[in-house]
């Protein structure tokens, strides 16, 4: 069934937000849902929408996945807190490095962690907590790139032919999936939620897996997610769509201490976007990349290179994996 795009310029927010509200409350009706955050935009207004509809019969949790940026548990429930909305953080480390284990292929990697949400960790959480439905910020985007074979999003079940309540055991609510990041956005300005939430540069649905090439370890997600923190911090005020660190899997001779070494390397991605179909690279100082470049290999012993991507989307895509 193909999904009626909602235009950001021809939407009206305040009757979209309504009409998702009823929409909510009538499928839910005296039951409960639960609710998956990870603080990326489409989770976070899909939480606020889902809460305006069904308040504390809406039970949000943030799945600790061990994948996930420095800090981020315990600032994305802070800042629901702030909100009134309550988060519970379920500890899944084991779960999803176990899953991930020798896998390489990209697909394979996504499927693994596709797998041990709903069907481990969703499916245990929906039992315990007696809800029927699982709200989700599945956006058009997603469905697109997923059909297209592009690649396989996380989130992405009906338009693949799956029945999330067959494969499951719960059916599955996605209230933004006939809007693109662009009217997400309007949304949660609409919601009232803080901008910084709502503007917030789109995160995957994979995590940090989606930045590592090759085998997805504990040691190897540290390594992302230090790059990560440097990137995200030195580029705090430039204006673009995203912007990332990957570790890829080769190893790669450098220089330390006056020996050769071979250690890691690291490519920094930023984009100029509107709704990630197409996007350019961001035309960024040298000066810029080099400060970045030595704040890694400085702060990050096991990298030894850092490079910068220049390829447009097509052919690239915005993240690696």
Known sequence: MKIKEIKANNMNTNKFIEEKVEEIRSVVGDGLAINALS????SSVVTALGHKALGRRLKTYFIDNGIMREGEPAKVKADFRKLGIPVEIIDAKHDFFDALQGITDP?????AITQTFYKKI???LVIQSGAKYLLQGTILTDVDETVAGIKRQHNVFEQLGIDP?????????EPLIQLRKDGVRK???GL????AMFNRFPFPGPALAARVIGEVTPEKIAIVRKATAIVEKKLKGVKAFQYLAIL?????????????????QIEIRCWNSLDARKASPTRLSFTLLEKIAAKITKEIPEVVS????????????IEAV
């Open 39 to 42: 603080g990326g935009v489409d």
């Open 192 to 195: 009232g939620l803080p901008a």
């Open 122 to 124: 969703f499916a245990d």
């Open 107 to 111: 697909e394979e990697k996504r499927e």
């Open 187 to 189: 949304a949660g300005r």
């Open 248 to 264: 890829h899997d080769d190893r790669v001779t450098g220089m330390r201490a006056n020996k050769r070494v071979f250690g890691n």
């Open 165 to 173: 309540q067959k494969a499951f055991g719960y059916k599955i609510l």
């Open 306 to 317: 850092v490079t910068y991507n220049i390829a447009t989307k097509p052919p690239s895509t």
